[in-house]
Protein backbone atom coordinates (compact mmCIF):
# COMPACT_ATOMS: atom_id res chain seq x y z
CA UNK A 1 0.00 0.00 0.00
CA UNK A 2 1.97 3.09 -1.33
CA UNK A 3 2.11 6.35 0.89
CA UNK A 4 3.12 9.10 -1.36
CA UNK A 5 4.90 11.38 0.89
CA UNK A 6 4.80 8.82 3.93
CA UNK A 7 8.82 8.96 3.96
CA UNK A 8 9.48 12.41 3.69
CA UNK A 9 11.63 13.77 6.77
CA UNK A 10 9.47 16.66 8.92
CA UNK A 11 11.91 19.18 8.15
CA UNK A 12 11.76 22.58 9.93
CA UNK A 13 8.84 21.03 11.81
CA UNK A 14 6.11 21.26 8.52
CA UNK A 15 2.90 19.78 9.68
CA UNK A 16 2.33 16.67 8.05
CA UNK A 17 -1.37 16.05 6.17
CA UNK A 18 -2.64 12.82 5.45
CA UNK A 19 -5.24 12.52 2.35
CA UNK A 20 -7.87 10.05 1.89
CA UNK A 21 -10.30 8.68 -1.08
CA UNK A 22 -7.63 11.14 -3.49
CA UNK A 23 -8.65 9.01 -6.58
CA UNK A 24 -7.56 11.48 -9.20
CA UNK A 25 -4.36 13.19 -10.14
CA UNK A 26 -5.96 16.37 -10.57
CA UNK A 27 -7.41 16.15 -7.25
CA UNK A 28 -3.40 15.27 -6.04
CA UNK A 29 -2.52 17.85 -8.10
CA UNK A 30 -4.23 20.58 -6.18
CA UNK A 31 -3.32 18.88 -2.66
CA UNK A 32 0.17 19.78 -3.85
CA UNK A 33 -0.30 22.76 -4.82
CA UNK A 34 -2.07 24.50 -1.62
CA UNK A 35 0.50 21.94 0.25
CA UNK A 36 3.63 23.78 -0.50
CA UNK A 37 1.93 27.05 0.05
CA UNK A 38 0.57 26.52 2.91
CA UNK A 39 3.57 24.68 3.71
CA UNK A 40 2.11 21.09 4.68
CA UNK A 41 3.92 17.89 4.10
CA UNK A 42 1.51 15.44 2.47
CA UNK A 43 0.38 11.74 1.88
CA UNK A 44 -2.02 10.20 -0.10
CA UNK A 45 -4.12 7.00 -0.45
CA UNK A 46 -7.52 6.45 -2.78
CA UNK A 47 -8.72 4.37 0.00
CA UNK A 48 -11.97 5.38 1.86
CA UNK A 49 -11.29 5.55 5.62
CA UNK A 50 -12.31 2.84 7.85
CA UNK A 51 -11.10 1.17 10.77
CA UNK A 52 -9.45 -1.34 9.18
CA UNK A 53 -6.70 1.88 7.52
CA UNK A 54 -7.02 4.04 10.26
CA UNK A 55 -3.15 3.36 11.01
CA UNK A 56 -2.20 5.20 7.23
CA UNK A 57 -2.34 8.27 9.06
CA UNK A 58 0.05 7.40 11.78
CA UNK A 59 2.90 10.17 12.32
CA UNK A 60 0.17 12.47 10.75
CA UNK A 61 -0.94 15.93 12.49
CA UNK A 62 -4.07 16.67 9.98
CA UNK A 63 -6.22 14.49 7.55
CA UNK A 64 -8.37 15.03 5.13
CA UNK A 65 -11.43 13.34 4.01
CA UNK A 66 -14.08 13.04 1.42
CA UNK A 67 -17.77 11.73 1.97
CA UNK A 68 -16.96 9.02 3.81
CA UNK A 69 -18.81 8.17 7.69
CA UNK A 70 -16.19 8.81 10.47
CA UNK A 71 -16.85 7.11 13.51
CA UNK A 72 -16.08 7.43 17.03
CA UNK A 73 -13.90 4.53 16.97
CA UNK A 74 -11.76 5.83 14.37
CA UNK A 75 -12.02 9.38 15.62
CA UNK A 76 -10.54 7.91 18.82
CA UNK A 77 -7.80 5.82 16.97
CA UNK A 78 -6.50 9.02 15.30
CA UNK A 79 -6.97 10.93 18.79
CA UNK A 80 -4.20 8.48 20.38
CA UNK A 81 -1.91 8.74 16.97
CA UNK A 82 -1.69 12.71 18.07
CA UNK A 83 -3.97 13.71 15.12
CA UNK A 84 -5.53 17.20 15.26
CA UNK A 85 -7.77 18.10 13.58
CA UNK A 86 -9.54 16.58 10.53
CA UNK A 87 -10.85 18.21 7.99
CA UNK A 88 -13.73 17.19 5.19
CA UNK A 89 -13.48 18.74 1.83
CA UNK A 90 -17.41 19.01 1.58
CA UNK A 91 -19.33 21.82 2.55
CA UNK A 92 -21.93 19.30 4.20
CA UNK A 93 -20.50 17.13 7.57
CA UNK A 94 -23.11 14.48 8.26
CA UNK A 95 -20.40 12.13 7.97
CA UNK A 96 -18.63 12.99 10.92
CA UNK A 97 -19.72 12.19 14.39
CA UNK A 98 -19.39 15.59 15.71
CA UNK A 99 -20.73 14.70 19.46
CA UNK A 100 -18.27 12.05 19.84
CA UNK A 101 -15.43 14.91 18.35
CA UNK A 102 -16.18 17.39 21.02
CA UNK A 103 -15.93 14.54 23.78
CA UNK A 104 -12.99 13.49 22.42
CA UNK A 105 -11.72 16.22 21.89
CA UNK A 106 -10.24 16.18 18.24
CA UNK A 107 -11.34 18.96 15.80
CA UNK A 108 -13.55 18.75 13.08
CA UNK A 109 -13.45 21.40 9.87
CA UNK A 110 -15.79 21.44 6.66
CA UNK A 111 -14.87 23.40 3.46
CA UNK A 112 -16.50 25.85 0.98
CA UNK A 113 -16.29 26.74 -2.71
CA UNK A 114 -18.62 28.92 -5.30
CA UNK A 115 -22.26 28.08 -5.32
CA UNK A 116 -22.25 28.49 -9.39
CA UNK A 117 -21.61 24.32 -10.17
CA UNK A 118 -24.55 22.93 -8.14
CA UNK A 119 -26.69 25.86 -8.93
CA UNK A 120 -26.33 25.00 -12.65
CA UNK A 121 -26.48 21.64 -12.19
CA UNK A 122 -29.94 22.00 -10.21
CA UNK A 123 -31.64 23.71 -13.12
CA UNK A 124 -30.16 20.91 -15.51
CA UNK A 125 -31.93 18.58 -13.17
CA UNK A 126 -35.02 21.24 -13.54
CA UNK A 127 -34.91 21.02 -17.09
CA UNK A 128 -33.71 17.32 -17.71
CA UNK A 129 -37.21 16.07 -15.77
CA UNK A 130 -39.34 18.63 -17.94
CA UNK A 131 -38.09 17.68 -21.26
CA UNK A 132 -38.27 13.84 -20.33
CA UNK A 133 -34.97 13.62 -20.95
CA UNK A 134 -34.14 10.21 -19.67
CA UNK A 135 -36.50 8.57 -21.25
CA UNK A 136 -35.07 10.17 -25.10
CA UNK A 137 -31.73 8.92 -24.06
CA UNK A 138 -32.67 5.46 -22.91
CA UNK A 139 -35.24 5.32 -26.49
CA UNK A 140 -32.16 6.35 -28.53
CA UNK A 141 -29.74 4.33 -26.71
CA UNK A 142 -31.76 1.27 -28.98
CA UNK A 143 -32.34 3.29 -32.16
CA UNK A 144 -35.58 3.85 -31.27
CA UNK A 145 -36.11 7.86 -32.30
CA UNK A 146 -39.95 8.35 -32.29
CA UNK A 147 -41.41 11.32 -29.92
CA UNK A 148 -44.91 9.98 -29.85
CA UNK A 149 -44.21 8.74 -26.24
CA UNK A 150 -41.97 11.47 -24.80
CA UNK A 151 -44.28 13.80 -23.42
CA UNK A 152 -42.35 17.07 -22.16
CA UNK A 153 -43.19 20.57 -20.55
CA UNK A 154 -42.27 24.35 -21.28
CA UNK A 155 -39.92 25.31 -18.09
CA UNK A 156 -41.38 29.08 -18.38
CA UNK A 157 -44.65 27.83 -17.60
CA UNK A 158 -43.43 26.14 -14.04
CA UNK A 159 -43.69 27.80 -11.09
CA UNK A 160 -40.33 26.42 -8.91
CA UNK A 161 -40.12 26.48 -5.35
CA UNK A 162 -36.79 26.88 -3.74
CA UNK A 163 -36.17 25.17 0.20
CA UNK A 164 -33.15 26.96 1.12
CA UNK A 165 -31.82 30.13 0.16
CA UNK A 166 -28.35 30.45 1.27
CA UNK A 167 -25.40 30.85 -1.30
CA UNK A 168 -26.26 27.42 -3.61
CA UNK A 169 -30.26 28.10 -3.25
CA UNK A 170 -29.62 31.60 -3.48
CA UNK A 171 -27.96 31.07 -6.75
CA UNK A 172 -30.38 28.78 -8.34
CA UNK A 173 -33.31 31.48 -7.79
CA UNK A 174 -31.21 34.13 -9.55
CA UNK A 175 -30.44 31.94 -12.30
CA UNK A 176 -33.62 30.31 -13.03
CA UNK A 177 -35.52 33.64 -12.07
CA UNK A 178 -36.35 34.13 -15.86
CA UNK A 179 -36.30 30.67 -17.04
CA UNK A 180 -40.08 30.09 -15.37
CA UNK A 181 -42.95 31.84 -14.34
CA UNK A 182 -42.27 32.66 -11.00
CA UNK A 183 -40.42 31.57 -8.01
CA UNK A 184 -41.34 31.06 -4.51
CA UNK A 185 -38.95 30.57 -1.43
CA UNK A 186 -38.83 29.43 2.05
CA UNK A 187 -36.16 29.83 4.69
CA UNK A 188 -36.07 29.68 7.96
CA UNK A 189 -33.97 32.91 7.94
CA UNK A 190 -34.98 35.20 4.80
CA UNK A 191 -31.77 36.34 2.59
CA UNK A 192 -32.19 40.30 1.47
CA UNK A 193 -30.39 39.20 -1.87
CA UNK A 194 -32.89 37.15 -3.55
CA UNK A 195 -36.21 38.94 -2.17
CA UNK A 196 -36.36 40.83 -5.90
CA UNK A 197 -36.03 37.56 -7.12
CA UNK A 198 -38.88 36.00 -5.74
CA UNK A 199 -41.50 35.34 -2.68
CA UNK A 200 -40.95 33.86 0.52
CA UNK A 201 -44.02 32.14 1.69
CA UNK A 202 -44.81 28.62 4.08
CA UNK A 203 -43.59 25.49 3.26
CA UNK A 204 -47.27 24.23 2.51
CA UNK A 205 -47.64 26.32 0.22
CA UNK A 206 -44.64 25.36 -1.73
CA UNK A 207 -45.66 21.90 -1.63
CA UNK A 208 -49.00 22.73 -2.88
CA UNK A 209 -48.44 25.14 -5.75
CA UNK A 210 -45.40 24.56 -7.04
CA UNK A 211 -44.54 22.59 -10.20
CA UNK A 212 -40.94 21.97 -9.06
CA UNK A 213 -39.39 22.14 -6.07
CA UNK A 214 -35.68 21.85 -5.96
CA UNK A 215 -33.72 21.73 -1.81
CA UNK A 216 -30.92 23.53 -0.97
CA UNK A 217 -30.90 22.94 3.04
CA UNK A 218 -28.21 21.29 5.57
CA UNK A 219 -29.14 18.05 6.90
CA UNK A 220 -29.63 18.01 10.13
CA UNK A 221 -32.04 16.20 12.48
CA UNK A 222 -34.59 18.82 11.93
CA UNK A 223 -34.76 18.84 8.28
CA UNK A 224 -34.44 15.05 8.44
CA UNK A 225 -37.23 13.87 5.83
CA UNK A 226 -38.32 17.37 5.24
CA UNK A 227 -40.02 15.92 2.21
CA UNK A 228 -42.34 12.93 3.72
CA UNK A 229 -45.53 11.25 2.71
CA UNK A 230 -48.01 14.04 3.98
CA UNK A 231 -45.67 16.83 2.22
CA UNK A 232 -45.27 14.51 -0.96
CA UNK A 233 -49.03 14.13 -0.65
CA UNK A 234 -49.90 17.51 -0.97
CA UNK A 235 -47.53 17.90 -4.43
CA UNK A 236 -49.76 18.29 -7.61
CA UNK A 237 -49.54 14.92 -9.40
CA UNK A 238 -47.51 16.80 -12.55
CA UNK A 239 -45.08 17.93 -9.74
CA UNK A 240 -41.51 16.97 -9.72
CA UNK A 241 -38.80 17.22 -7.01
CA UNK A 242 -34.72 17.91 -7.37
CA UNK A 243 -32.63 17.33 -4.62
CA UNK A 244 -29.02 18.60 -4.98
CA UNK A 245 -28.50 18.61 -1.60
CA UNK A 246 -28.63 16.18 1.17
CA UNK A 247 -30.21 12.39 0.83
CA UNK A 248 -31.34 12.67 4.56
CA UNK A 249 -33.64 15.31 3.50
CA UNK A 250 -36.18 12.81 1.29
CA UNK A 251 -37.85 9.89 2.81
CA UNK A 252 -37.27 7.38 0.19
CA UNK A 253 -39.61 4.65 0.62
CA UNK A 254 -42.03 7.53 0.46
CA UNK A 255 -40.77 8.57 -2.51
CA UNK A 256 -41.05 5.80 -4.39
CA UNK A 257 -44.35 4.89 -3.23
CA UNK A 258 -45.35 8.70 -4.31
CA UNK A 259 -43.65 7.95 -7.78
CA UNK A 260 -45.24 4.42 -8.03
CA UNK A 261 -48.59 5.49 -6.88
CA UNK A 262 -48.27 8.57 -9.96
CA UNK A 263 -48.89 10.70 -7.07
CA UNK A 264 -46.14 13.18 -8.29
CA UNK A 265 -44.74 12.95 -11.77
CA UNK A 266 -41.04 12.42 -10.98
CA UNK A 267 -37.69 13.63 -9.70
CA UNK A 268 -33.92 14.08 -10.34
CA UNK A 269 -32.03 13.61 -7.40
CA UNK A 270 -27.79 13.96 -7.21
CA UNK A 271 -28.10 12.59 -3.73
CA UNK A 272 -29.89 9.64 -1.65
CA UNK A 273 -30.58 8.12 1.50
CA UNK A 274 -27.73 5.43 2.52
CA UNK A 275 -25.76 6.97 -0.47
CA UNK A 276 -22.50 6.93 1.55
CA UNK A 277 -20.16 3.92 0.94
CA UNK A 278 -21.94 3.35 -2.61
CA UNK A 279 -21.40 7.06 -4.73
CA UNK A 280 -17.72 7.27 -6.02
CA UNK A 281 -17.21 3.68 -6.22
CA UNK A 282 -17.80 1.36 -9.18
CA UNK A 283 -20.21 -1.31 -9.32
CA UNK A 284 -20.49 -2.16 -12.58
CA UNK A 285 -19.71 -5.80 -11.77
CA UNK A 286 -21.96 -6.01 -8.72
CA UNK A 287 -25.19 -6.36 -7.60
CA UNK A 288 -26.15 -2.63 -5.85
CA UNK A 289 -26.99 -3.54 -1.78
CA UNK A 290 -29.08 -0.24 -2.03
CA UNK A 291 -32.90 -1.47 -2.73
CA UNK A 292 -34.29 2.31 -2.44
CA UNK A 293 -31.51 3.14 -5.45
CA UNK A 294 -31.92 0.24 -7.28
CA UNK A 295 -35.87 1.18 -7.93
CA UNK A 296 -34.88 4.95 -8.67
CA UNK A 297 -32.28 4.04 -11.31
CA UNK A 298 -35.03 1.85 -13.42
CA UNK A 299 -37.90 4.19 -12.95
CA UNK A 300 -37.67 6.26 -16.40
CA UNK A 301 -39.47 9.28 -15.11
CA UNK A 302 -36.61 9.38 -12.65
CA UNK A 303 -33.24 10.77 -13.14
CA UNK A 304 -30.12 9.94 -10.38
CA UNK A 305 -26.73 10.77 -10.65
CA UNK A 306 -23.61 9.79 -8.11
CA UNK A 307 -23.20 12.84 -6.06
CA UNK A 308 -21.61 14.73 -9.15
CA UNK A 309 -23.11 18.66 -8.70
CA UNK A 310 -20.51 19.78 -7.11
CA UNK A 311 -18.16 18.05 -9.21
CA UNK A 312 -16.02 20.74 -12.18
CA UNK A 313 -12.19 21.88 -11.79
CA UNK A 314 -13.31 24.58 -9.94
CA UNK A 315 -15.19 23.99 -7.55
CA UNK A 316 -12.28 21.03 -6.37
CA UNK A 317 -9.86 23.37 -6.47
CA UNK A 318 -11.88 25.66 -3.85
CA UNK A 319 -12.63 22.63 -1.51
CA UNK A 320 -9.18 21.75 -1.24
CA UNK A 321 -7.74 24.99 -0.80
CA UNK A 322 -10.36 25.41 2.05
CA UNK A 323 -10.01 22.27 3.04
CA UNK A 324 -6.60 22.75 3.89
CA UNK A 325 -7.29 26.55 5.11
CA UNK A 326 -9.28 25.16 7.79
CA UNK A 327 -6.17 23.12 8.89
CA UNK A 328 -3.62 26.07 9.42
CA UNK A 329 -5.69 28.87 10.16
CA UNK A 330 -6.29 27.57 14.51
CA UNK A 331 -2.30 27.60 13.91
CA UNK A 332 -1.95 30.55 12.99
CA UNK A 333 -4.93 32.31 15.54
CA UNK A 334 -6.63 33.48 12.60
CA UNK A 335 -10.52 33.27 12.52
CA UNK A 336 -11.58 30.20 10.89
CA UNK A 337 -15.43 30.05 9.16
CA UNK A 338 -15.05 26.47 8.50
CA UNK A 339 -14.53 25.13 11.77
CA UNK A 340 -17.23 22.82 13.18
CA UNK A 341 -15.66 21.83 16.45
Not at 135 to 159: A, C, F, V, W
Request: hydrophobic share 40%; aromatic share 8%.
Amino acid sequence: MQKEGARLKNKNNTCKLFVYNCKTNQEKGFFKKYAKQFELEVGFTSEVPSIENVDLANGYDYINVMISHVSKEMLEKWNTMGIKMISTRTVGYDHFDVESAKEIGIHLGNSAYPPDAVAEYAIMLMLMTCRNVKLMLQKGSINDYTLGHLPTTNMREKKIGIIGTGKIGAGVVKKVKNLCKEVLMYDIVENDEVTSYGTYCDLDTIFKTCDIISLHIPAFDETKHIVNAERLAMMKSTAVIVNTARGDLIDTKALIKALQEKTIAGAGLDVVEGETGIVFHDFSHDILSHEEMAILQNMPNVIFTPHAAYYTSTSMEYMIMNSLKTLILPKNKDENPWLIV
